[in-house]
């Protein structure tokens, strides 16, 4: 059973640790992040970009892929299905799909319209029980089309943001989507603790999870980040898997050209990932 990710991150901010957004691409993706979290007994929200969305046949086909997964891998722990970046009108085909979280990206708008159209959400997803992300300062790089210049968010910006009743808040903090470059100064801790200031006991998510270090990560989560994003992390070490098993000629050797076979060293290492992400994040044995 899909379910809205608030009280998992409202649990989380309480409990100062985080849960994990990790984005889904096709079925060994959401298999190996549900299969994951069932065994780390940690609640988990699978990440859709409009992209991804598109490419998997459209929202209707990820809700009833996921749905179907949860009931046939006897998955009990808490699972998110989330929109991740989304348009307003991703936002509307998501929850009228059966998505229980989305995310609306404003922030490439006036904060005026950010608010109006932000508004226009908080309502409907109230009524319909599905947790709505905000954002505030753009995430640096590009993911998805989704391009950010890395502004850090306005304080203020963010409490007028908060205060229309979202769920939760992403806040732009110097991270990037990607890989970071050599010369990443690092997040904006400065900017963390006056959005916490000014926002209170709303969780905040940190995007571009990918390449922070450990001990960034978690003094995010003592300032109060509730939720963090990470996909590239787990895009790479699926390609490093599959590369290896064909630069070996295991595709070569009997049936291991059967994508059963070919797609495997790259979902285990996924599952691998998601793990390492979790303990990082302090999730494990919290659903």
Not at 218 to 228: E, F, N, P, Q, T
Not at 240 to 259: C, H, M, S, V
Request: overall charge negative.
């Amino acid at each position: 059973m899909l379910v809205s990710a608030k009280e998992m991150l409202n649990k989380a901010l309480e409990g100062k640790y985080a849960v994990g957004q990790f984005n889904i691409n096709n079925l060994e993706w959401t298999k190996a992040i549900l299969l994951t979290a069932q065994e780390c007994n940690s609640p988990v929200i699978l990440g859709v970009s409009e992209g991804a969305g598109k490419y998997m046949c459209g929202y209707k086909t990820v809700v009833g892929m996921v749905k179907g997964m949860i009931e046939e891998l006897n998955i009990t722990v808490p699972v998110a299905l989330h929109l991740d970046h989304g348009t307003f009108e991703g936002a509307k085909a998501c929850i009228n799909a059966g998505f229980s979280s989305i995310m609306f990206d404003g922030s490439h708008y006036p904060i005026a319209e950010n608010i109006e159209k932000t508004t226009a959400l908080v309502n409907t997803c109230d009524i319909l029980g599905i947790s709505l992300e905000a954002e505030v300062g753009s995430i640096g790089g590009e993911e998805d089309g989704v391009v950010g210049m890395g502004e850090c968010a306005d304080p203020d910006e963010c409490k007028a943001i908060a205060d229309l009743g979202v769920t939760m808040l992403a806040a732009g903090i110097g991270n990037i989507h990607g890989k970071y470059p050599a010369n990443w100064p690092g997040l904006s801790f400065e900017t963390l603790a006056a959005v916490k200031e000014k926002v209170g006991n709303m969780p905040l998510v940190l995007h571009g999870g990918t390449g922070i270090p450990a001990d960034m990560i978690k003094k995010a989560i003592s300032l109060g980040v509730s939720k963090i994003n990470v996909n590239t992390e787990c895009q790479l070490a699926f390609q490093e898997a599959t590369r290896k098993y064909i630069e070996e000629g295991k595709d070569l050797q009997g049936k291991g050209f059967d994508p059963r076979k070919l797609l495997a060293p790259g979902f285990e290492a996924i599952k691998a990932t998601v793990k390492e992400k979790m303990e990082l994040f302090g999730s494990i044995n919290k659903a």
